[in-house]
Every structure is written in C-alpha cells, then in structure tokens.
C-alpha cells in the first residue's frame, strides 16, 4: 500500500533555513574542530544505533547496561514498550554539543555536572542558590513513564528519575504576581562548544505558565532508566513537560525564576512562526513545513498518529480552555 505520507522531514526542514544555512557552517566547524565527519539527516541515525555505539560515548559497558526496573506502573506512567537505553543516550538533541543527532554522546562528556547550583528566584517568598546534591536530597525521586514526541515527528517513550517542579516551586512560595516560570541552561561556550557558534541565541532559554509548571505531570528529572543523567541528556538537571514539543524540556538548568511576564524561548526566538510558546503536541496543528499529524516511534518502522496532547489531555487539556490552539500555538 503505497504511504500517503510525505517522508519524514529531512535536517534542513527541521531546522529553519536562516538557522540550517548557519547550521551547516557550524557542522563544517564542528567537523573541523573534533576531525569528525559529521551528517546531516540524523534520523538514520536509528538504523546504526543498532550496532555497536561508537567507543567515545557515553553509556555504560553491556553489563552495565540497566534492565528496565520491575515497577507498578503509576497512574501517570504509560506501559508502553520503553525505548532501549542506548537509543535514549546516543540519539539527542542538545545542540551546545552540536547539531547532528550522535553529537551531543560524543562531545557532552566535556560538561562538568559538579559541583553545579540551581537558582531559584524571581517573584518568590524565598529566593535560593541551590547546591545541587542538596536539591536532590530535598525532594523524593520518583520514576516516572513518559512519552516524549519531538517536533520533528519522532518520539520515544523514556522511564524518567524526577521530582515534581511543583514541589520545588512550593518551596520557593511564588508571590501573588508571579505567573510565569522561566528556565535557563548553563553557559558556558568553554565546556559547550556549540556555544561558540551563534546558531541560536545562548543560553538555550524555556519558559512555561505557572499552572504548567505546578502540574503533577511536570518534572524535573537527573536521570533515567534507575541512573544518573548522563550529560547528553541534560545532566545534572532537566526540565521534562510530556504533553509538550521535546524543546520545552530544556537541560542542565543553572537558573529557575518566577515571572510576571511571559519568558522568551529559545526556538520562537528563533523561528516565532514554527515554533511557540505553549508548543503543545497538536496533530491538528501543522509546523508550516511538515504535518504534525503522524509521528515515528524510534524503532518501529510504520509511522502511528501522534495524539493531542502527546496522549495526556485528559490530564491537561482543561488548562487551555478558552484558547484557540492553533493561534496559541
Ligand atoms: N536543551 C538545551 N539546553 N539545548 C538543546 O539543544 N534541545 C531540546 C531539548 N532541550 C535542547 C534542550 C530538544 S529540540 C529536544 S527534542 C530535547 O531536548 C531532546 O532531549 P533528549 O536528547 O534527552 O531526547
């Protein structure tokens, strides 16, 4: 049966032609500075995950390799097959490192994850530089079965380690005018080389509505499948919305400040027509280059329909009522 689909969108799709034209200067200077011969089209990068990752990044030795952890699965976690681990950690977005889908395991290694603090301030009771063990020890761990859909039309599905950032927020005590929480990555373009290039606007920067950021759902996470986040994947701590684009989930968070006004993000800063604020997982609202309505699982070969909301509307839908989705996109 022939696919009606159009294929998957290529690297230059994906990234806005402004930013993919910088975005292959910056690949020839990658390539020239870590004598890497770097691609574009990162999504075949599924077929040689597969193999053996290349002996320079990060996951652990095969017997090292965590088992998923048997666990009642919680009201908030989904049973979906999970996808494997080296697939979680070898195949990222985290363009400080680079902009091809195998850099950021390559070229991470170079954060320094400790010692690390977090603010938290802004329009709180109680401002505080976190250390970032402190934090931890702060807040229960739990495990959490998320579905993570990027806006480029791929998902996985990821057992988180996290807290509720309501919990932390709760902490802080928001004052009566804070209705915003704006999150920014460290910078620091000698440990992030991307950084060095002006490919987007550095820090990475996020931002979400306090209700967004009081949800049950919305974590903060420092690891995944029983671990530690390995620095490709936001180490020491990351931001992690499951009804959002992947690019809310900002990583390795130095700063978290409750605002009146509605933060600046990074890709609509970027790209203000591709890319919003709210960046809700809508099959019925198309990135004016590619449909949202599919979406391919890492792993599996037919593409499935994405679901609104990324498959939690029924947990979140009722915070946008009254808005128009596809205006407040
Ligand atoms: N955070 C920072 N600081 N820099 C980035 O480039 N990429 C985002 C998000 N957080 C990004 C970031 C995008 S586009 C996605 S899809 C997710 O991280 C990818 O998370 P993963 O690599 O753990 O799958």
Redesign the pocket.
């Given at each position: 049966m022939a696919d009606p689909l159009p294929p998957e969108p290529p690297a230059s799709e994906v990234t806005p032609e402004k930013l993919y034209l910088r975005r292959r200067d910056f690949i020839r200077n990658v390539a020239l500075f870590t004598g890497t011969a770097v691609g574009v089209g990162g999504g075949l990068y599924w077929l040689g995950a597969r193999q053996a990752p290349p002996s320079d990044v990060l996951v652990p030795d095969a017997g090292e390799v965590p088992q998923p952890v048997a666990h009642g699965v919680g009201a908030l976690d989904t049973d979906e097959p999970r996808t494997p681990y080296d697939v979680?950690?070898t195949?990222?977005?985290?363009?400080?490192f680079g902009l091809d889908k195998s850099d950021?395991a390559r070229h991470a290694g170079t954060l320094r994850t400790r010692p690390w603090t977090v603010v938290v301030d802004g329009e709180v009771h109680e401002p505080r530089t976190w250390d970032i063990d402190a934090l931890l020890a702060a807040f229960p761990l739990e495990e959490r079965v998320y579905r993570?859909r990027?806006?480029?039309a791929w998902s996985?599905v990821?057992p988180w380690l996290g807290f509720p950032l309501a919990r932390l927020l709760e902490r802080a005590r928001p004052t009566g005018a804070a209705r915003y929480v704006a999150f920014t990555?460290?910078n620091d373009p000698e440990q992030m080389p991307?950084q060095r290039r002006g490919v987007?606007d550095w820090?990475?920067v996020?931002g979400l509505r306090l209700d967004e950021a009081q949800h049950p759902l919305t974590l903060l996470a420092s690891g995944?499948y029983g671990k530690q986040l390995p620095p490709?994947?936001?180490a020491p701590l990351?931001?992690v919305v499951p009804w959002k684009?992947?690019?809310?989930?900002?990583?390795?968070i130095v700063r978290i400040t409750l605002t009146r006004e509605q933060p600046p993000t990074?890709?609509n800063l970027a790209a203000p027509r591709e890319y919003g604020f709210y960046a809700n997982v809508n099959p019925a609202v198309d990135h004016p280059r590619w449909s949202q309505a599919h979406e391919r699982r890492l792993g599996e070969f037919r593409r499935r329909p994405t679901l609104p909301f990324n498959g939690y509307a029924e947990q979140v839908a009722s915070l946008y009522q009254g808005m128009d989705l596809s205006r407040d996109f």
């Open positions: 979680v950690t195949y990222n977005n985290f363009y400080e950021p993570m990027c806006v480029e996985m990821i990555t460290l991307g987007l820090p990475y996020e995944l490709q994947n936001g990351r931001l684009y992947g690019f809310k989930g900002i990583k390795s990074t890709w």
